[in-house]
């Protein structure tokens, strides 16, 4: 039952920010999306299944810098080709090797 709870809260936010897009554009959307809520509630949710709150806010933390460079490199992408697998591949590739350095370098 808890997964299907969580499961709902994660569709709430998506359905959430799909409407806030149609009605205010996707730059809001964008910045909806990206606001403190959802670290909060992953922070919730982590937190009541028994994880320690202090390893779950420097997981993201952590998870900030491939996010940022991600984010970046999909702009850059995005100008440079119109294909959106290539863009999001590239992406993903990118924030995979920043994580993995990241992860490194902070010793997690």
Not at 37 to 64: Q, R
Not at 76 to 94: A, Q
């Amino acid at each position: 039952m808890d997964i299907f709870l969580k499961s709902i809260a994660g569709g709430v936010m998506v359905a959430a920010i799909l409407i806030v897009s149609k009605l205010f554009g996707p730059k809001v959307a964008g910045i909806i999306s990206t606001m403190p809520v959802n670290i909060t509630i992953g922070f919730i949710i982590l937190t009541t299944s028994g994880s320690k709150a202090s390893e779950v806010l420097n997981g993201f933390l952590l998870g900030m810098i491939p996010l940022t460079i991600f984010i970046l490199v999909c702009m850059f992408m995005s100008k440079y080709t119109s294909s959106m697998l290539i863009t999001i591949s590239t992406g993903y590739l990118i924030w995979i090797i920043t994580f993995l350095i990241a992860k490194k370098i902070f010793n997690m």
